[in-house]
């Protein structure tokens, strides 16, 4: 990472960079959470202008809450295992009093009565809530272009866009903002900004991590996960969110995910797929950095398979008719009654019509439009049927190919960060990005994005590692061993 040396020396403290560190410094009273986000408000101060990647930094309740830690530690409570790390949040999550706009002018004005579960986990294990983060609207899109407030840029390259949804977390870590970050992700909306940006991102096992005060875009692919600069920070947030919830009627019944413990476990003898007829389309900068990956995890000890997974080609045909179809259900709620924004009409179907037409931007309602058009009658088999039929293909794709290997690598991007503006008139272009993300999300298995070096213009690669379900252990593996191999290489992470 390209900050990753910078540890900043704020009033003769120096700040670490990483969570681990943070926390570490916090609970044993070496450093003051106050400190600690004093240096970090004082880093967005000074790039936030050129980078865009909250929608509102909270900066009198993170004081208050950096506050309350610090008095913690003085009174002899562990604040937990995040005390005092700043993190920041996206904007499709419910924070209780706290505009969640989801980046969508519908939902000018609504402030979340609850806190989602994962924003109150992360605050029971001391971390302190810094903003909320700029996204594509409703979380629809691969470049963070389709915000109703505005593009997030790329901190490496501010010509250039920081990939999406969850751009603005991807942003808010690689440009120092915060240590930590929480994204959501339908169809690679954590990976593939993370790959954009140069950090780590996870989307874990649907399942995992509780849905519950995630506002929901298509419930059966959506999953909440972290972004870092480092791959164990990755595995100690996912460590602090997961865990079964009651509160999501799809969060599995079981203890938290344990991962920090396997991370110097290393490769020797893991089976690494390489999928011979994965779709292709992606640049040659790209495909070289995964080259360079299956070599690394080879050197480690690790062993290459060759899988075959025919049906993953449909996946981003069978995406863009399952995720519009739940979308147009999940987003019939703005009606400009119980939410946010109204505009007034003569009569009810009109304000209706009125408010979803001034609230919506483009893509949002083009999802509308797609969705209620594959789910209504006479065409549901032939579009929404024939997309469920296909996502059960890739699950089975993936079940012969985890017979044969134990994780699966792909590039998670075919190509570097674009330039913006380059995508915006194009929605098949944009929707090309997650061609390799999106598999994962229809079978429901984790998948995450680790940087691996760069390509084209010294940008950043990311290389995709996937696992079946609750192969979180595996995968951290595999994405600290690569981690490890970048370090080795004087590449840094
Ligand atoms: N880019 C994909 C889409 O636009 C995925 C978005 C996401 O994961 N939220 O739907």
Redesign the pocket.
Known sequence: MFHQSLDWTVEMTTIPSTAAAIADAVRSGVLKATDVLEAHLARIAEREGEIHAFNLVTTDEARAAAARIDADVAAGRDPGVLAGVPIAIKDNMCTRGIATTCSSKILEGWRPPYDATVVQRLAAAGAVTIGKTNL?EF????STENSAFGVTYNPRDITRVSG???GGSAAAVAAGFSPISIG???????R?PAALCGVVGVKPTYGTVSRYGLVA?ASS??QVGPFSTDVRDSALVLEAISGHDPMDSTSIPQGPLSLQGVLSQGVEGLRVGRITDMPGGADPDVTERLEAAFDALQAAGAIMVDVQMPSMKYGLTA?YLI?PAEASSNLARYDGVRYGMRVNAPDTNAMYSATRSAGFGD?VKR?IMLGTYALSAGYYDAYYGKALKVRRLISEDFDRAYTKADVLLTPTSPIVAFPVGAKSDDPLA??L??VY??PT?LAGHPAMSVPFGTGAFGLPVGVQIMAPTLGEQTMFRVAASLERSMIASGGGR
């Open positions: 594509d979380a629809m899109g691969s999406g949804s969850s959501s992700d339908t169809g690679g909306s954590i593939q875009f692919l959506d995406y995720a893509e999802r944009m929707y990005c997650d993300t999106i999300n």
